[in-house]
């Protein structure tokens, strides 16, 4: 992914709110090479808890790399791991974490059953 000059804070490098828009494209794109998506016209996924470590500013310009891996598979919700690193050295870390997605049901909002879709593209 590139990083873009108007992601970039007063201090020239990327802004600390970008990360998580890096991370949510990441976990877009992988959504739609699951079948159905993990959401339908009666649930859907939401952002219940996001942790980051920014471990070195990224500076433009730049391509970074965001990985992305199963921490937890729960009955309700998935744990992603993320690594966003140098899209030239993947020795370089700028950030690491987790982000907590909770499907939902759409109608009533509590939480539903992690669609099978998802658990499978999970699991193999």
């Known amino acids: 992914m590139p990083v873009r ?32 998506k993990g959401l339908d016209d009666h649930v859907a996924p939401v952002v219940a808890a996001a942790q980051l470590n920014y471990r070195r500013p990224i ?11 199963v921490e937890r598979l729960g009955n309700t919700s998935l744990t992603i791991g993320h690594r966003i690193v140098d899209g030239a050295d993947g020795n370089v870390l700028y950030c690491d974490g987790h982000v907590v997605m909770v499907w939902i049901d759409r109608d009533s909002g509590a939480a539903a059953p992690l669609p099978a879709e998802v658990r499978e593209a999970c699991s193999g």
Do not use: C, T
């Open 5 to 36: 000059w108007r992601d970039l804070d007063a201090f020239n490098h990327v802004n600390n709110s970008k990360y998580l828009s890096y991370l949510e494209e990441a976990r877009l794109q992988w959504m739609i090479g699951v079948p159905g």
């Open 59 to 69: 500076a433009w310009p730049a391509q970074v790399v965001i990985e992305l891996f």
